[in-house]
């Protein structure tokens, strides 16, 4: 079973956000040995994917999981998959993925980027929970819910170099929201090639700082958008690995548009039926 490893959000290896991806034949096999191969993996997620039907309302089926459990949604390692299938020759043109959330349009584009198509994460303002600003190390300014689909805590902080310069206390953050925390602030160089910058933080989920996060700009893309008066912008995730993230906010819907690159290509030697326990 061939195996890759697929930088996401970025135009070179070894930046970005490093995704697993398996294509498999007809199925998925059982949750504990895709488990086991995530947790093999150990990124932030691998993708399984699988073709489905002809005439059905999408062309794969799709699931992700990270090292610790399956998520909801995740855009890196759905842009990982479509580059895949596209630098494969296993689809051609816009792929329809089925999934957690919904059926998902990632399309290609002729400078080699893929635009994929989710569902805008609601934003709803909450009271900030007590110890959040401990854990993070700094006072947020708002704080939003965003949804079932992305299940963060969405934190505005006071400037781009506050959140670059956050070491978070991650064991404390878990407590605070279904999957983590995204602290966010507006760009401070508006000519710096990007609108606002991220930082990402899931330690409930086994990712302690998570590289690029494509479903996190769900919610990113419509907060700026509001505040910015723009519906196209450029997030920074400022994790080390760094990447940007284009976004267009369409109402109930937000089109993520980045580049994709391949860096391992192997074999996986663990079939489905291999034995998972001594």
Known sequence: MRIRIVDAFTD????????????LDTHFPDDDWLQNVAMEVNHAETAFAHRLPDAGEADWALRWLTPAAEVDLCGHATLATAHVLHTTGAHQGPVRFATRSGVLVATPGEDGSITLDFPTAPLTPVDLPDGVAEALGTEPHAAYDTGPNVGDLLVELADEKTVLGLFPDHRALAAFSERGIIATARAEDPAGGHDFVSRCFFPKVGIDEDPVTGSAHTALAPYWAERLGRPDLTGLQASPR?????????????????????????????PPHARLHA
């Open 12 to 23: 070179r290896p070894f930046a970005g956000n490093p995704a697993g991806v398996l294509l």
């Open 242 to 270: 760094s990447g940007l993230v284009r976004t267009r906010l369409r109402g109930d819907r937000t089109l993520l548009t980045g580049r994709a690159v391949t860096v391992i290509d192997g074999e996986l030697l663990a």
